[in-house]
């Protein structure tokens, strides 16, 4: 029996480079397009959970007949004195459901990484809820940051029993953005947003107390 031989054709060394050195070249121009996507999707999240939160904060006041505040930690230093340090990174990225009566009523949840909460936006006639000028938005003093914790004045969106929000109704600005901060010191060193980007934002009816998701674009920007 006579066996043939057949030649297998195959990649030389120098054309395997050449594959390899597209593959990489079109991975490095489509990375930023999937880093996009991706952050597009942390602040529909962010958004979404967010708005959520809001609306269960009004529905708990009106089922419990207590009024129910959704904290904002800014960069106050007092907040993170001692063995608070450790929670600087709460600092304009975090929010939490407090009850006037029950205490804390959800743990503290973060805004995903790249994002935070702009203290420095404003749409004409939709208050920032970090408006530092008058402190409207300041609550009374709730311990922080669980039960146990001593007692501050925090930024919070602030539900009546009836839904109603007290004062006025704020409106809560996300951007992308990063803070750095020391937890060593308990410190916010910067505050960065990139101003450059559209932002989200969600506005709270003053009347009925019922929120409402909101995009903008960068020349809405102040």
Known sequence: MT???????????????V????IGLLTLFALPAFQSAGQAGNMRSAVFQLNSALSLARQTAITSRQRVLVLFPDDDG?????????HVEKAFRSYALYGMRDGYL????????????????????????????NGMYLTDN???????????????????SEGRPTPGGPTIYISEGTTDVDPSAGRVDELYVRAELPFRAISINHVTGQSRIREFLVEDRL
Not at 3 to 17: D, H, P, R, S
Request: without cysteine; negative net charge.
């Open 78 to 86: 007092s907040l993170y004195s001692g063995q608070n340090s450790q």
């Open 19 to 22: 594959v390899i050195g597209l």
């Open 106 to 133: 959800t743990e503290w949840r973060m805004l995903p990484q790249g994002l935070v909460f702009d203290p420095y936006e404003g749409i004409t006639g939709r208050q920032n809820i970090f408006l530092v000028g």
């Open 3 to 17: 066996l043939n031989k057949q030649k297998t054709a195959g990649f030389t060394m120098v054309e395997l480079m």
């Open 142 to 160: 709730v311990p922080f940051p669980d039960n146990q914790g001593n007692d501050h004045s925090l930024f919070a969106v602030t539900f009546r």
